[in-house]
């Protein structure tokens, strides 16, 4: 699976943004698919994620209730809806993916395929 990531910019805090993640190949249905972000001086840290069929879905605690992921299996991408950004969710953004059964874990566990980041600038 190939990923390509976009969709970031920059914008003022408050705003909102929608990352899209295009996949191709032929097992993206099977795939668990997550957002990572890395700011600059930090470790890389899981934003998002949802499970293969969409029906499970994770957030970090920063971006409950603010950032939603969603996937269309059918056009093969995922999505992560920002809303009400802060300066604190500069980063660039990245989208993974990992082959995996019905009943995977899609946190905690390493994703095997990476987009190239898109990055995400919000000012004060």
């Known amino acids: 699976v190939q990923l390509q990531a976009s969709g970031g910019g920059l914008v003022q805090a408050g705003g909102s943004l929608r990352l899209s993640c295009a996949a191709s190949?032929?097992?993206?249905?099977?795939?668990?698919m997550a957002w990572f972000r890395q700011a600059p001086g930090k470790e890389r840290e899981i934003v998002a994620a949802?499970?293969?069929?969409?029906?499970?879905?994770y957030y970090e605690d920063s971006v409950k209730g603010r950032f939603t992921i969603s996937r269309d299996n059918d056009k093969k991408t995922v999505y992560l809806q920002m809303n009400s950004l802060r300066p604190e969710d500069t980063a660039v953004y990245y989208c993974?993916?990992?082959?995996?059964?019905?009943?995977?874990?899609?946190?905690?566990?390493?994703?095997?395929?990476w987009g190239q980041g898109t990055q995400v600038t919000v000012s004060s």
């Open positions: 949802i499970s293969r069929s969409g029906s499970r879905s």
């Open positions: 190949g032929r097992t993206f249905n099977r795939c668990n």
């Open positions: 993974a993916g990992k082959e995996a059964i019905l009943t995977s874990p899609i946190v905690g566990i390493p994703y095997d395929y």
